[in-house]
């Protein structure tokens, strides 16, 4: 078995190997560059965890693995088009380096890319991973349109967001477990459970972006606090502390999200104070632990040898602590 570091290396080995041979070479540059960035390669490594619950030997399954790293790698590629980010992990986002013309068809390329990577896989899986990668692309573009439907409302209540993120986060995580327990042949029963066990890990990870973006160090965390309070983006935190606000914080609060022109770190000290005085950082981190702990929950039901969770449970762990 590999704990997390050991498959991690293994990953960003492969994804180093891979071939962009096929013309034009313009097309197929931004891919390999978005791919070339880092990152955390949560997905694949959690696929290959959950594979490694079940079987040895997790790199088997590595290009089903680089499939699903490829896939979340075109969300961001569009997503940071849709936002018009200048930067992704310290460097040029693609429409900035080259164009959005070249983004939008190279991200398309990347969707297809994924798609032949994830069939490469044994002909007795096929049909199954199939359908649960598709449905998740699916789901995963409908978290990101409610996500830009909240933009236009003030009215966002709590569970509709969990529900967003759910889909637009959470069950990529899920189905990278969930498809590393396919592949090596486990029960459905124990499939579904560590589905389970990535959609609240994911719901939690989510959770701790929202946290992050404002209590983060950012130095640590790799951009500028307080994003989302700028933009008045509808996370966990802002929701409830307009719902848990009295009558003077709510309308601090109103005022900040109405204004058109403000100092940005006038704004975000105000926001942050508001958060504060109402205990959201706490709310925030109590619901982020709720999620975790209910992810070891359904962990604890899978049936295999507890040995034999360590390094995922290890994983598990080390996200829930981190700082970025």
């Not at 508001?274 to 039901?301: M, P, S, T, V, W």
Request: aromatic share 8%; proline share 2%.
């Amino acid at each position: 078995m590999y704990n997390s570091e050991e498959i991690l290396h293994k990953v960003n080995e492969a994804l180093n190997a891979l071939p962009y041979d096929r013309k034009p070479a313009s097309l197929y540059a931004p891919i390999s560059y978005v791919l070339s960035l880092g990152g955390k390669r949560i997905r694949p490594v959690l696929m290959l965890l959950g594979y490694n619950l079940f079987n040895e030997h997790p790199e088997q399954i590595m290009m089903q693995a680089l499939a699903l790293e490829t896939y979340h790698n075109y969300t961001l590629l569009h997503d940071d088009l849709m936002d018009n980010a200048d930067l992704r992990r310290g460097h040029q986002t693609v429409h900035k380096r080259w164009d959005a013309n070249t983004a939008i068809l190279s991200g398309d390329s990347m969707l297809v890319l994924a798609y032949q990577r994830m069939a490469q896989c044994d002909a007795k899986h096929l049909p199954q991973v199939l359908e649960l990668f598709t449905e998740t692309a699916l789901e995963i573009g409908e978290g990101q349109q409610y996500d830009m439907d909240f933009e236009q409302r003030n009215d966002v209540r709590e569970e509709e967001y969990i529900e967003m993120i759910r889909l637009k986060t959470s069950v990529l995580l899920a189905c990278a477990l969930k498809m590393g327990a396919i592949l090596a042949d486990a029960s459905t029963s124990d499939a579904q459970l560590l589905y389970k066990v990535g959609e609240q890990v994911g719901l939690a990870f989510q959770l701790q972006d929202d946290l992050l973006d404002v209590y983060g160090d950012p130095k640590v965390f790799g951009k500028a606090i307080g994003g989302d309070i700028t933009s008045n983006k509808k996370t966990y935190m802002l929701i409830n502390a307009v719902n848990r606000a009295d009558e003077s914080q709510r309308a601090e609060l109103t005022k900040w999200i109405g204004l058109r022109e403000f100092d940005k770190e006038e704004k975000i000290a105000a926001v942050i104070r508001i958060y504060n005085d109402i205990g959201i950082r706490q709310l925030c981190e109590q619901k982020i632990n709720f999620y975790f702990g209910e992810a070891k929950k359904y962990l604890d039901q899978v049936s295999v040898k507890e040995e034999r969770k360590t390094y995922l449970r290890q994983y598990m762990d080390e996200m829930l602590k981190r700082k970025c």
